[in-house]
């Protein structure tokens, strides 16, 4: 459940299920579509029923559940898309580079 939110959240995998044995679905992802059939504004009951009559095939589109977005650097240490990085290599090739050219002067 999502405060102001009536959309269709997964709550919970059934272990060794078509779910859990794919793996991409995750508690707390936003069920938009089932087959086509989207979502928005229809009842728990109605998207039950699109599932059980999906077939053995069935297309979902899914909104991820990502976590809150803090400020600040994040705890995982990840490269990510962080310029820092980058930039420590490049300035450790220069200074390289420049140890190299002041070695054959």
């Known amino acids: 459940y999502v405060l102001n939110d009536n959309g269709i ?10 779910a859990a044995l794919d793996g991409r679905l995750e508690e707390g992802d936003k069920i938009l579509a089932i087959n086509g059939n989207i ?16 077939g053995e095939d069935i297309v979902l589109r ?19 898309d962080s310029p820092l990085p980058r930039l420590g290599l490049l300035v450790g090739a220069l200074g390289a580079a420049v140890l190299l050219a002041f070695l054959y002067v």
């Open 9 to 18: 959240y997964v709550c919970k995998i059934k272990e060794n299920g078509a």
């Open 39 to 54: 979502l928005e504004d229809r009842t728990h009951g109605v998207a039950v029923d699109l599932f059980r009559n999906a």
């Open 62 to 80: 899914v909104q991820k559940n990502h976590p809150p977005h803090r400020n600040g650097p994040s705890s995982t240490g990840g490269g990510g």
